[in-house]
């Protein structure tokens, strides 16, 4: 698969970052729910360590709520709080203003105490393309100042906004690209739709898919395809493939059926789907 990660362009964005990081108190990592491992940042997770920072969970209406759960845990644990967030349908956006003003507390009474009162809480959205910063921007703001759209990427100037929960935002610097030492990582940032379609062989990420939901989501592969214990047991995942696409009518057309079961899995045809197991991932 040719899935390449610049170290130019990632080191660019990352001292703009860093750069930018004086500026605000606080910084929100917005990351795909269904992704909450592949969607981050490891270069940026260093850097922003440094700062109070909280987890958006965006994206949550696509992804299987109790591993969404398991990963508010987890991540909790590492010590960074999150929010579940599902910015397409205008849901869980108050969550955020009470989460920043009680992550930064301790410096609102300090600002208090001295006398400024109403302190101006100032923070930064960061996230790899496509995870809905744009989208949640332009919930946040109230009106289309943040380009959005179907091409991984597309925000492009950095600017401060008022937004309707009282924090001035500033933009994400930069495109923050995911960063893929793992083949497993870029199987699943292509399934979600986060890497262009034309980069990757449509039958690898089926085969992945396919492989993954005999894993954890049997019944729902099951349900969604008709399929018996004889169709899916005790045969290889190429071979389910295969079948498939004899069942679809497909002839032997395997891109038109990896290109069915990817666009079924984005489509919610088998259910709330989350890619990235917390625990089993750090063991992968
Ligand atoms: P970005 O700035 O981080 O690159 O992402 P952007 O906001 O452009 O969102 C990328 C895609 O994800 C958009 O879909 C957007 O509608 C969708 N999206 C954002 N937040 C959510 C969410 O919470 N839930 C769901 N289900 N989708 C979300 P698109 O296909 O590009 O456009 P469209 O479907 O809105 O027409």
Redesign the pocket.
């Known amino acids: 698969m040719a899935l390449q990660w610049y170290p130019g362009h990632m080191n660019k964005a990352k001292n703009q970052v860093q750069d930018r990081l004086k500026l605000v108190d606080i910084v929100l990592e917005?990351v795909d729910a269904r992704l909450p491992f592949s969607s981050r940042n490891p270069v940026l997770e260093n850097i922003i360590d440094q700062k109070k920072h909280i987890i958006i969970l965006?994206?949550?209406?696509?992804a299987d709520p109790k591993v969404t759960k398991d990963w508010k845990l987890n991540f909790q644990q590492e010590g960074t709080n999150s929010i579940e967030?599902?910015?397409?349908?205008n849901k869980g956006l108050g969550q955020i203003k009470s989460l920043i003003r009680s992550e930064l507390s301790d410096k609102i009474e300090r600002y208090e105490k001295n006398g400024v009162k109403n302190y101006q809480i100032k923070a930064m959205c960061i996230?790899i393309?496509?995870?809905?910063?744009?989208?949640?921007l332009n919930r946040l703001v109230g009106k289309n100042v943040?380009v959005?759209?179907?091409k991984?990427?597309?925000?492009k100037n950095q600017n401060w906004l008022k937004t309707s929960i009282g924090i001035d935002l500033l933009d994400t610097p930069g495109i923050l690209w995911p960063k893929i030492d793992d083949p497993k990582v870029g199987m699943k940032l292509a399934l979600s739709g986060a890497i262009k379609d034309k980069i990757y062989a449509p039958d690898d990420v089926a085969i992945y898919a396919l492989n993954f939901l005999e894993t954890h989501y049997m019944d729902q592969l099951q349900e969604a395809y008709g399929l018996t214990n004889a169709d899916v047991f005790n045969h290889t995942t190429p071979q389910l493939l295969m079948d498939l696409t004899k069942k679809f009518g497909y002839k032997e057309d395997y891109d038109r059926t990896s290109r069915r079961i990817i666009e079924d899995v984005r489509k919610l045809k088998l259910g709330r789907l989350t890619f990235d197991i917390p625990g089993e991932f750090y063991e992968e």
Not at 85 to 89: C, G
Not at 129 to 136: F, L
Not at 152 to 155: I, N, Q, W, Y
């Open positions: 917005i965006n994206k949550s209406d696509l967030l599902d910015a397409k349908h996230g393309p496509n995870v809905g910063k744009s989208t949640i943040a959005t759209g179907n991984p990427g597309v925000t």
